[in-house]
């Protein structure tokens, strides 16, 4: 390229788009992490001090569209808290590095339009987890055989608004994880073999056409 085209050569990559990269050619490790991202985001939202939580979602947390204010007052309070701009930065985190923050954030951005203080928390507790984990990195080693590993499995109506399950998969490779989703189905199913089911078959019409 460098006979076509005027360039320079800046060695290994270190930084690309928030992400930092980190190499070992010696041992065949390379690893991608956000931290200096998340310090950024915060900051900016005045969580650089808080105190870390050990976990994103407790049991028996559950968001619906009930827990949003009636109130206009109430209504105009909560928009204050730039949820918006919180589950963005946190949609980019979860998108490039951090599958771990895949499904609460997708759960959290259901409410961007009609949200309640429950949610606003929920995001916050979301942040203060990133503080703990902030040095958390996504690790590929150098292996002989490249195998790929799929998991997937699904959340019998995990929205309370529409009924509607969640589907979620991650494929591991070379010791790391390339791919993860986590999302609400389009159609509602009655059961958990239903949802199964139309996972499956879904599965065959992708991969078969």
């Known amino acids: 390229m460098s006979r076509n085209f005027e360039m320079k050569d800046l ?11 980190h190499q070992d050619r010696s041992q065949g490790i390379l ?7 998340v310090e950024k985001v915060l ?10 939580f050990d976990t994103l979602v407790t049991k028996g947390d559950k968001f619906s569209l009930n827990q949003c204010p009636k109130g206009n007052l109430k209504i105009q309070e909560l928009q204050k808290t730039l949820y918006a701009l919180v589950v963005g930065s946190l949609m980019y985190v979860k998108i490039c590095t951090r599958q771990d ?23 916050k507790k979301v ?27 699904s959340y019998f109506v995990g929205c309370q608004d529409s009924l509607r399950s969640t589907s979620c998969y991650i494929f591991m490779s070379v010791s790391g994880v390339v791919s993860w989703c986590s999302a609400k189905q389009s159609i509602t199913t009655s059961s958990t073999m239903a949802t199964k ?9 992708k991969e078969y056409g």
């Open 11 to 21: 060695d290994d990559a270190s930084f690309v788009i928030g992400t930092q990269i």
């Open 31 to 37: 690893g991608l992490s956000q931290r200096s991202y």
């Open 43 to 52: 900051k900016r939202f005045g969580m650089h001090d808080c105190k870390s």
């Open 101 to 123: 923050i895949a499904y609460i954030v997708r759960v959290l951005g259901r409410y961007l339009s009609s949200l309640g203080m429950d949610h606003w928390k929920a995001a």
């Open 127 to 153: 942040m203060r987890y990133l503080q703990r984990t902030k040095e958390y990195m996504l690790t590929y080693m150098s292996l002989d055989q490249l195998e790929i590993i799929g998991y997937s499995n």
């Open 197 to 205: 089911l139309q996972h499956h078959v879904r599965h065959q019409i």
